[in-house]
């Protein structure tokens, strides 16, 4: 799985978008890009995956550029409640056959007031 | 809530001891994994049971085992515990059409 590389820490005022960046430079062609995230004590919470098309359900949206070496998930109307640690993940496979997870340190999302 | 539940949630357990933590996977989902997570660390991956089998194994020693049950619940027992693994072990359930939907965890504490 290749290695993704993210900023430790971002601030964002609530109600603002929130952009989190990833790199993954030595993605292959068959490997998603994975998002999870990680409010305080709790366990990890799926929020999206794509390929190479972007991607957008209920909680965020998903850019991956074209070369599919970055992505950026964005949280359009950041609240109080989306401060985590935001985790960026590459790995092979859809779904169930990508349980597998390799998550780095992440980014600590800080929202505020 | 994502249906994963694990116990206990807090346990406090002393070196050379053994502990066994128990998860309780969602409704129609057949793969459990198991992650340790340090303090200020990302989930380590442990490893992974697929109808009763052991599928896929992360960099952690034969101390830690496992046991998936034919209504794929599962159990992680850990041997001779040491200092080091304090942690919060995760459990995450997942089916061939769904992604991985994780428990609240177990805080062990090893003193």
């Known amino acids: 799985d290749a290695k993704t590389t993210q900023p430790p820490s971002m601030d964002c005022a609530e109600g603002r978008a929130a952009n989190l960046p990833c790199n993954h430079s030595?993605?292959?062609?068959?490997?998603?890009v994975y998002w999870y995230r990680q409010i305080h004590s709790q366990g990890p919470q799926y929020i999206i995956h794509?390929?190479?098309n972007n991607e957008t359900n209920e909680m965020a949206s998903l850019i991956i550029t074209e070369d599919r070496k970055s992505s950026t998930l964005i949280l359009p109307h950041a609240t109080l409640r989306d401060t985590a640690v935001y985790y960026c993940?590459?790995?092979?496979?859809?779904?169930?056959?990508?349980?597998?997870?390799?998550f780095g340190t992440g980014t600590r999302l800080q929202v505020t007031l | 809530e994502t249906g994963v539940t694990q116990s206990p949630t807090h346990l406090i357990k002393t070196r050379g001891q053994q502990v066994t933590l128990r998860c309780s996977s969602q409704?129609?989902?057949?793969?459990v994994s198991w992650y340790q997570q340090a303090l200020g660390q990302g989930p380590q991956f442990i490893f992974q049971?697929?109808?009763?089998?052991?599928?896929g194994r992360g960099n952690f020693p034969p101390r830690f085992s496992g046991l998936q049950f034919p209504n794929y619940s599962s159990e992680l027992n850990v041997n001779a515990l040491e200092l080091d693994d304090s942690a919060l072990y995760l459990c995450?359930?997942?089916?061939?059409?769904?992604?991985?939907?994780f428990g609240q965890g177990t805080r062990l504490t090893v003193v």
């Open positions: 995450a359930s997942s089916s061939r059409v769904s992604e991985a939907f």
């Open positions: 030595t993605i292959s062609g068959n490997e998603y």
């Open positions: 794509g390929l190479k």
């Open positions: 993940i590459s790995l092979l496979g859809n779904t169930g056959t990508a349980s597998k997870l390799t």
């Open positions: 409704s129609g989902h057949n793969t």
């Open positions: 049971y697929y109808r009763e089998e052991e599928n």
